[in-house]
Every structure is written in C-alpha cells, then in structure tokens.
C-alpha cells in the first residue's frame, strides 16, 4: 500500500481545511486508517483513527468536535481518506500524516500502523 496525502497550506484560525490521502493496492479497504501530526520540536502525535468499514472513528481530545476522519472504500472516490478540519487553531500547525494500520479496527498509537504517507504541511496563523 501507497499512501499519498494532500490538502495541506496555509490558513487563518477560525479557518477549515479538508486534507486527503489516496491508497494504492488493495488492502486499503481491509485495514484500519488514521491521522498522526508532528509539530516542530514535538512528537509525532494520534490525531484520528477510523475502522475498515468507516463506521467506527476515534478523535483525539485536542481535536474532538473540530475534526472529522471519514473514508471513502472505493464507492466515489477511489480508496481515500480525509480528514476535516474546521476551526483551526495556530496549535494545529504542524505535518500532518495519512497512515495504515495492522488490522482491521481503529487504532490509536503509532506502532499498530504499518503504512505511512509523505505527510502534508498545514500552517495556521493566527
């Protein structure tokens, strides 16, 4: 699996972003998802998980009613991942990377994912 992430820039805060991340080969649809950022000077940090189905999604509590993960299997778009951002703070700005996990279920920690993206860049000013 190859995994490609895109949406990042620059914005104000108050502002929105929705940041995607296609998957090439064809275990996408059978396996976890999620979002991890990195800030400068930070550690990479669990940001958003979602389960294979797109029925199960887990935020973390920085960005609980701000965030939403979704995923598309294929049924519009072809095997991608997003992630909604709305209400932007400058604390948000960092790199922010699409990942895929072991199993099938949402995973929260970063050892339980095998795949990672490039990442994309997303700076709020403020």
């Known amino acids: 699996v190859q995994l490609q992430a895109s949406g990042g820039g620059l914005v104000q805060a108050g502002g929105s972003l929705r940041l995607s991340c296609v998957a090439s080969?064809?275990?996408?649809?059978?396996?976890?998802m999620g979002w991890f950022r990195q800030a400068p000077g930070k550690e990479r940090e669990f940001v958003a998980g979602?389960?294979?189905?797109?029925?199960?999604?887990?935020?973390?509590d920085p960005v609980k009613g701000r965030f939403t993960i979704s995923r598309d299997n294929g049924r519009v778009a072809k095997n991608t991942l997003y992630l909604q951002m709305n209400s932007l703070k400058s604390e948000d700005t960092a790199v922010y990377y699409c990942?895929?996990?072991?199993?099938?279920?949402?995973?929260?920690?970063?050892?339980?994912?095998?795949?990672w993206g490039q990442g994309t860049l997303v700076t709020v000013s403020s």
């Open positions: 990942a895929a996990a072991r199993g099938a279920r949402v995973a929260t920690i970063a050892r339980e994912y095998t795949r």
């Open positions: 080969g064809r275990i996408f649809s059978n396996n976890g």
């Open positions: 979602v389960d294979w189905s797109g029925s199960n999604a887990n935020h973390a």
